[in-house]
């Protein structure tokens, strides 16, 4: 007698729940380093594809915490709303570089401390700042330390000087206001503070340590 061996296969439909899209806030592109993507409370690992998108599959419905640990960026933790349909757009997540981003040579940076009256560091204060054309925002580490960036500056970011050296044009970043002061808008425990900085020069690390 021949025995018929039957065999079953139970198929998984995987259901999209939503993809997450990380994004270097300096240089615009992909982040770098070691980047760790997973929900807060829950145990799912998202799926990474050829697009660099974190997918998540067969989540329920209900709200989730996106949270993104990594080499060179500030700990990002975003709120996810996830309804009746599954979000086919992808949920954005902008990583800010932390002071120790391998920034390229000839980068145009601002490095510094923000202390409090006393001296001591002022830790997760969020720095905004702009220049003539874009908007940017940073936060000071548990030591006070914090590094401002400007990316690939246009030329409209650009102001010429030559008034330090007759011979040659220098080139500092232009403020909002078409000047070469930058504003600081500082967020820290409930209060906020506006200053302005010296001049930045451009394809240069330049440093100030700021007292609140």
Known sequence: MEANNKIQIKKRISRLSFPVLLKDDYSGSGPIG????HLEGRNETPIVNPSQ??????????????????????????????????LNIPVPVTLIPIPSYPFPERETLVRGFLRDSSMNPV????????TFSRKFQTFTTEKGEFVLYFGVLKAEDRKADSTIA??????????????????????????????????IETCKTNYINIIL
């Open 34 to 37: 070691k980047i760790k993507q």
């Open 53 to 86: 998108y974190y997918v998540y599959l067969n989540l329920p419905i209900g709200e989730y915490t996106a949270l993104t640990d990594s080499e060179y960026y500030f700990l990002n933790s975003t709120q996810i709303h996830l309804h009746s349909i599954p």
């Open 123 to 130: 830790a997760n204060a969020i720095l905004s700042y702009n």
């Open 166 to 199: 007759p011979d040659k044009i220098t080139y500092f970043v232009r403020g909002a206001g078409d000047s070469e002061v930058l504003s600081i808008h500082i967020e820290v425990n409930g209060l906020a503070r506006d200053l302005t900085i010296p001049p």
